[in-house]
């Protein structure tokens, strides 16, 4: 089955820029999305479509796709980004497929 | 303001039926998918199920294809999860989200509060 990878944890200073990878064979087909998640909260989308970013959430987050990996980043990340953060996309071999989401990514910002 | 309350949620002993319900607003809920992702203790999102707009189209995870089934109804702007044959591992926060799955791109915003399953004898 089709697999997202991130790593486990991510650790950054205030002020600091962030970036939260996920790599996977078929991010060159489809668009990755990610999400927010603060603890006991659902998840929240801050990136879709690889580097679109909602309505409400703050500029400092961005995305991008080099076609093998993508990347979420954090420019000048705040203590109130603390959260994991989800990578998603599907699995391209037909249409409607199969969801993924990452392991997740755990972002410290001390 | 768009809003999705899932409810339904609760303890059921391994072998057991649930129906989970998502009570959606502020949307026209016939125009969108909806989907149903669950969260195991202390693990990640597991995408199980979603359903278009019309209904005609519908996906499964391996994990419950067979035991699980999506349903809605606009009418009653409700999305609905019947769930049987419970095991211990869907023990999991259930979280209803607004979907949009397109051939090159899905994402889900936003998601209700979530509601627990708990499968236990």
């Known amino acids: 089955s089709y697999e997202l990878t991130q790593p486990p944890s991510v650790s950054v200073s205030p002020g600091q820029t962030a970036k939260i990878t996920c790599s996977g064979d078929?991010?060159?087909?489809?668009?990755v999305s990610w999400y927010q998640q603060k603890r006991g909260q659902a998840p929240v989308v801050v990136i879709y479509?690889?580097?679109m970013r909602p309505s409400g959430i703050p500029e400092r987050f961005s995305g991008s796709n080099s076609g093998t990996a993508v990347t979420l980043t954090i420019s000048g990340a705040q203590a109130e980004d603390e959260a994991v953060y989800y990578c998603?996309?599907?699995?391209?071999?037909?249409?409607?497929?199969?969801?993924?989401f990452g392991g997740g990514t755990t972002l410290t910002v001390l | 303001q768009v809003q999705l309350v899932e409810s339904g949620g609760g303890l059921v002993k391994p072998g057991g039926s649930l129906r989970l319900s998502c009570s959606v607003s502020?949307?026209?809920?016939?125009?969108?998918?909806m989907s149903w992702i669950r969260q195991a203790p202390g693990k990640g999102l597991e995408c199980l199920s979603y359903i278009s707009a019309s209904g005609k189209t519908i996906y499964y995870a391996d994990s419950v294809k067979g035991r699980f089934t999506i349903s809605r109804d606009n009418a009653k702007n409700s999305v609905f999860l019947q769930m049987t044959s419970l095991r211990a591992e869907d023990t999991a926060i259930y979280y209803c989200a607004r979907a949009v799955i397109v051939p090159t791109a899905s994402w889900f915003d936003p998601w209700g509060q979530g509601t627990l399953v708990t499968v236990s004898s």
């Open positions: 078929a991010l060159s087909k489809q668009y």
């Open positions: 502020g949307f026209t809920f016939s125009d969108f998918y």
């Open positions: 479509k690889d580097t």
């Open positions: 998603q996309s599907a699995d391209s071999s037909y249409t409607f497929g199969d969801v993924v």
